[in-house]
């Protein structure tokens, strides 16, 4: 079985859409989806309203995720780590033990356009608009993806 973690900063708004939207493309029998958060301002809290929102709009529940905290067991797990955006990639690589654990570590939006090593803006201090930005960057990324994957 396929392992994708998508990791943000609390694991609240862009990561736990990201895991909701690639489940929403897989079978999930086939492949595990999960995300987590760099940082432990959140662990165990749901993800933001605004993200649960964002994600019913578009048939997709994630009001089962609760925050998690990314840890080194994490590379021991995960086939393919997603990082929103590059402090995030960085604090992954930080904590990586060799150069197995640093392969798995990509920028998401690099799956659309690897040369331009863009990320998907944090929402959080944001209005509604920037979780419907941040919904459609991450669909058409988990697209991409979803195919590479079946």
């Known amino acids: 079985?396929?392992?994708?973690?998508?990791?943000?900063?609390?694991?609240?708004?862009?990561?736990?859409?990201?895991?909701?939207?690639?489940?929403?493309?897989?079978?999930?029998?086939?492949?595990?989806?999960?995300?987590?958060?760099?940082?432990?301002?959140?662990?165990?809290?749901?993800?933001?309203?605004?993200?649960?929102?964002?994600?019913?709009?578009?048939?997709?529940?994630?009001?089962?995720?609760?925050?998690?905290?990314?840890?080194?067991?994490?590379?021991?797990?995960?086939?393919?780590?997603?990082?929103m955006d590059e402090s995030n990639y960085q604090n992954i690589l930080m904590l990586a033990r060799n150069s197995e654990d640093e392969e798995k570590v990509q920028l998401i939006l690099n799956v659309i356009d690897a040369d331009k090593n863009a990320s998907v803006p944090d929402p959080y201090y944001g209005g509604n608009q920037g979780f419907e930005n941040v919904y459609k960057m991450l669909d058409e990324a988990c697209e991409v993806i979803a195919n590479k994957l079946t």
């Open 1 to 83: 079985m396929k392992k994708v973690l998508m990791v943000c900063l609390g694991n609240i708004c862009r990561s736990p859409l990201a895991e909701g939207i690639l489940k929403s493309k897989i079978n999930t029998s086939k492949i595990f989806v999960d995300s987590a958060g760099t940082a432990a301002y959140h662990v165990g809290n749901l993800a933001d309203e605004r993200s649960i929102e964002v994600a019913k709009k578009y048939g997709i529940d994630i009001t089962n995720q609760r925050a998690r905290k990314f840890t080194v067991k994490d590379f021991d797990t995960f086939d393919v780590i997603y990082a």
